[in-house]
Nanobody, 124 residues
Framework: VQLQASGGGLVQPGGSLRLSCAAS????????IGWFRQAPGKEREGISC??????STFYSDSVKGRFTISRDSAGIYLQMNSLTSEDAAVYYC????????????????????WGQGTQVTVSS
């Protein structure tokens, strides 16, 4: 029972990627979904969350205005535009049984079902 992130790859600065997050063995309908990323030598950083009940969305300051999170019956997506070298990282998605706003949108303790991440490389 875990999530699988996909869609990463190599992109030039200023380019775009769309990441997907799919569940294996359960449905994500009742969960909020968070996207996190971790660059080498850095802490895992929460960057976006979409809530279970009302689909309200939250973004970290580092990605606000450039990234868009969405969800439908097939999965959860992260559209990433205007990518820079600072966005290079392994990206993960995870579930939370609470609304994104509860206890802070990126509080690590409330997230479960972490799966393997997907690598995003930004380079010319």
């Amino acid at each position: 029972v875990q999530l699988q992130a996909s869609g990463g790859g190599l992109v030039q600065p200023g380019g775009s990627l769309r990441l997907s997050c799919a569940a294996s063995g359960f449905t994500t309908r009742s969960y909020s979904i968070g996207w996190f990323r971790q660059a080498p030598g850095k802490e895992r950083e929460g960057i976006s969350c979409i809530s279970n009940s009302d689909r309200s969305t939250f973004y970290s300051d580092s990605v606000k205005g450039r990234f868009t999170i969405s969800r439908d019956s097939a999965g959860i997506y992260l559209q990433m535009n205007s990518l820079t070298s600072e966005d290079a990282a392994v990206y993960y998605c995870a579930t939370a049984p609470y609304h994104c706003s509860a206890y802070g949108p990126f509080s690590r303790w409330k997230y479960r079902s972490w799966g393997q991440g997907t690598q995003v490389t930004v380079s010319s």
